[in-house]
T-cell receptor, first 113, second 114 residues
């Protein structure tokens, strides 16, 4: 089983450039999430989705947009990248119940110069 | 403010030794606490979940404890192996149905040396 797949694995952007991070899950999960992980800090929620066609803001949504056009896919977009967005981005999915764990992808390491 | 603090930040032990990682939380309301293992370059993977009524839970060589009164949890690793080298993340859930808000600790980085 593939689980949660993120593409690309690495990316370098110049300030002001745009890009889209792709996340796909094959577990039929309703909930999907985008997190960023920075050194010395816990994972922080950027945006999440509770089902196809729905999205909501998390803890640190500024500078990012998302779309969930299909249940299995969750896209994270950066319209105008800034150095502060240099981070490792993780996509996750879950059934959404209190007891269900998050299933994470292996991350996208993004550097903005 | 909801917070999860983990200690130590990093730890080096020799293969075969035991170790204990700590997690203190100030999260309300409390739903459950989960430990994740994150290998270098990979996403976190769930090890175990602790609910309010559970004191101890084991998963192989991993044993998690929870003291809901003092708001502390620990993860004990027995007879460590090189493959235990990873970051261990404590996550507290403050939701109850619907969207479930999670508070992540910064993790403890464990290195097991031969």
């Amino acid at each position: 089983n593939a689980g949660v797949t993120q593409t690309p694995k690495f990316r370098v952007l110049k300030t002001g450039q745009s890009m889209t991070l792709l996340c796909a899950q094959d577990m039929n999960h309703e909930y999907m999430y985008w997190y960023r992980q920075d050194p010395g800090m816990g994972l922080r929620l950027i945006h999440y989705s509770v089902g196809e066609g729905t999205t909501a803001k998390g803890e640190v949504p500024d500078g990012y947009n998302v779309s969930r056009l299909k249940k299995q896919n969750f896209l994270l977009g950066l319209e105008s990248a800034a150095p502060s967005q240099t981070s490792v981005y993780f996509c996750a999915s879950s059934y959404g119940t209190v007891e269900s764990p998050l299933h994470f992808g292996n991350g996208t390491r993004l550097t903005v110069t | 403010k909801n917070q999860v603090e983990q200690s130590p930040q990093s730890l080096i032990i020799l293969e075969g030794k035991n170790c204990t990682l700590q997690c203190n939380y100030t999260v309300s309301p409390f739903s459950n606490l989960r430990w994740y293992k994150q290998d270098t370059g990979r996403g976190p993977v769930s090890l175990t979940i602790m609910t309010f009524s559970e004191n101890t839970k084991s998963n192989g060589r991993y044993t998690a404890t929870l003291d809901a009164d003092t708001k502390q949890s620990s993860l004990h690793i027995t007879a460590s192996q090189l493959s235990d080298s990873a970051s261990y993340i404590c996550v507290v859930s403050t939701g109850a149905g619907g969207y479930n808000k999670l508070i992540f600790g910064a993790g403890t980085r464990l290195a097991v040396h031969p």
